[in-house]
Nanobody, 118 residues
């Protein structure tokens, strides 16, 4: 059974950091592009970051460039999203998705809530 499970969300103060994890089971992440999306209440879903399957190229939305870093650990079948210098506007439910190409989504995780607030 193919599954993606996100973890690592929580409540953090502005300027703080969180690391999200996207763990896969039932398939090998190596050959998939893994994208992180987020959706805040009342807003459209936004693509945040992606790491490609072959070569591991990383891509970022302008809103998070320089603050977020995506990485993958193939041995753990897990992709990470390190989020630094968090802002209130980063508050959203974050989802990871797997597909052949970045920003596509054949498989979804259940999401993890990130709240940035003082």
């Amino acid at each position: 059974q193919v599954r993606l499970v996100e973890s690592g969300g929580g409540l953090v103060q502005p300027g703080g950091s969180l690391r999200l994890s996207c763990a896969a089971s039932g398939f090998t992440l190596d050959y998939y592009a893994i994208s992180w999306f987020r959706q805040a209440p009342g807003k459209e879903r936004e693509g945040v970051s992606c790491i490609s399957g072959i070569g591991g190229s990383a891509y970022y939305a302008d809103s998070v460039k320089g603050r977020f870093t995506i990485s993958r650990d193939n041995a753990k079948n897990t992709v990470y999203l390190q989020m630094n210098s968090l802002k209130s506007e980063d508050t959203a439910v974050y989802y990871c998705a797997a597909a052949e190409r970045c920003w596509d989504h054949d498989y979804w995780g259940q999401g993890t809530q990130v709240t940035v607030s003082s």
